[in-house]
């Protein structure tokens, strides 16, 4: 077994096999799902297929009670999660070793827009990725390959580009006698 950073060198590129060889398969395209509940205020639970659970809340100065990730800090940390697993993977398998990795993500929401106070995009103006690596190889070339990874990054990728966005409401009436 060849390992670097920790990764499997073998097992990514059997993989990477298997992903080419299922073309439209259930392993080349697989589905993600995510459960989202209400548990109060602004409280929330976000459950993964495998059964990670993620707490969501907003912060006390925006009416939460700032016991958990807020929406805009997990979209943060799904880019910069998805981005390190992205490099770590690709450098790995060029045989480059990683001594440190720290991407700080960050951006502005306009909460003047979300809260319905102006016309205007309420989501992020823009989002800005600083990468801080320490390898054993040059840095024109780790920079190379890292610029190459950027573009089969899924998570940031999905941002980038329109991404179709279908919301289904089931409503229920509840009988007041069922509230108490």
Do not use: H
């Not at 943060?76 to 690709?90: D, E, Q």
Request: glycine residues 10%.
């Amino acid at each position: 077994m060849k390992c670097v950073n920790g990764i499997d060198v073998d097992r990514l590129r059997t993989t990477r096999d298997r992903i080419e060889a299922d073309a439209d398969g259930p392993f080349a395209n697989p589905r993600y799902e995510s459960t989202v509940v209400w548990k109060n205020g602004y409280r929330t639970v976000s459950c993964a297929m495998d059964g990670q659970e993620v707490i969501g809340d907003e912060p006390e100065q925006y009416g939460g009670k700032g016991s958990g990730m807020t929406p805009e800090d997990m979209l943060l940390s799904a880019i910069g999660g998805c981005l390190v697993a992205t490099y770590i993977g690709g450098l790995s398998a060029a045989g480059i070793t990683v001594k440190s990795l720290r991407l700080d993500v960050s951006g502005r929401v306009n909460f003047r827009a979300a809260f319905g106070l102006e016309a205007a995009n309420p989501g992020f103006e823009s989002i800005r990725v600083a990468v801080d690596i320490q390898t054993d190889s040059s840095p024109g070339k780790v920079k190379e390959i890292m610029d190459r990874l950027l573009k089969t990054a899924p998570i940031p990728d999905t941002i980038i580009r329109p991404v179709p966005l279908d919301v289904e409401i089931s409503c229920k009436q509840t009988e007041l006698a069922e509230l108490s």
